[in-house]
T-cell receptor, first 108, second 114 residues
Framework: KNEVEQSPQNLTAQEGEFITINCSYS?????LHWLQQHPGGGIVSLFM???GKKKHGRLIATINIQEKHSSLHITASHPRDSAVYIC??????????FGQGTRLTINP | ETGVTQSPTHLIKTRGQQVTLRCSSQ?????VSWYQQALGQGPQFIFQ???????GRGNFPPRFSGLQFPNYSSELNVNALELDDSALYLC?????????????FGQGTRLTVV
């Protein structure tokens, strides 16, 4: 079992829909990251969380440390949101442990 | 634009050859990590350098090695390439020696071993 599990693995939705991507982890962490990866490979950091909730534009990220669970929400989704969304956790001082990613496709 | 650049963007090598991938970090970012991302998978931690010393390593053999330079650039070297080394290689830089700071990723180098 992976230390970081994301669901769903693939998600297709219509423009305007509310999107939720989930991340569960089994190790102790000091922070959790949500990342976005577009075709071609480059990764952009969306959020870094250690508790509570953060909001940036149409994106909202929440984390529940006790339940070892985080969610990424996208409101009023748009085709340009289509990408792979990756959850990663800080494990110790040296490394990030990544989930396998959720491929999101938003159709017009 | 993350301020982290990797070169080359694409590379094709033959099994058994050696390869060097490069990463230029943001000024002031003294920590750089390298990751291997196989197709359809999440990135896997290779190693991390802090102030030019390796201070963490994932489950990769010794033929994966690295260097970090005072000008915030770094290298990933892979010797005796194998077909399974074909992947996207990402570097990430951040300031400070702990993980609780935001990481900035490069665009990656896509390596194909034939």
């Amino acid at each position: 079992k992976n230390e970081v599990e994301q669901s769903p693995q693939n998600l297709t939705a219509q423009e305007g829909e509310f999107i939720t991507i989930n991340c569960s982890y089994s190790v102790g962490i000091s922070a959790l990251h949500w990342l976005q990866q577009h075709p071609g490979g480059g990764i952009v950091s969306l959020f870094m969380l250690s508790s509570g909730k953060k909001k940036h534009g149409r994106l909202i990220a929440t984390i529940n440390i006790q339940e070892k669970h985080s969610s990424l929400h996208i409101t009023a989704s748009h085709p340009r949101d289509s990408a792979v969304y990756i959850c990663a956790v800080n494990q110790g001082a040296q490394k990030l442990v990544f989930g396998q990613g959720t491929r999101l496709t938003i159709n017009p | 634009e993350t301020g982290v650049t990797q070169s080359p963007t694409h590379l094709i090598k033959t099994r058994g050859q050696q390869v060097t991938l490069r990463c230029s970090s943001q000024s002031g970012h003294n920590t750089v990590s390298w990751y291997q991302q196989a197709l359809g998978q999440g990135p896997q931690f290779i190693f991390q350098y802090y102030r030019e010393e390796e201070n963490g390593r994932g489950n990769f053999p010794p033929r994966f090695s690295g260097l970090q330079f005072p000008n915030y650039s770094s290298e990933l070297n892979v010797n005796a390439l194998e077909l399974d080394d074909s992947a996207l290689y990402l570097c990430a830089s951040r300031g400070g020696g702990t993980m609780n700071t935001e990481a900035f990723f490069g665009q990656g180098t896509r390596l194909t071993v034939v």
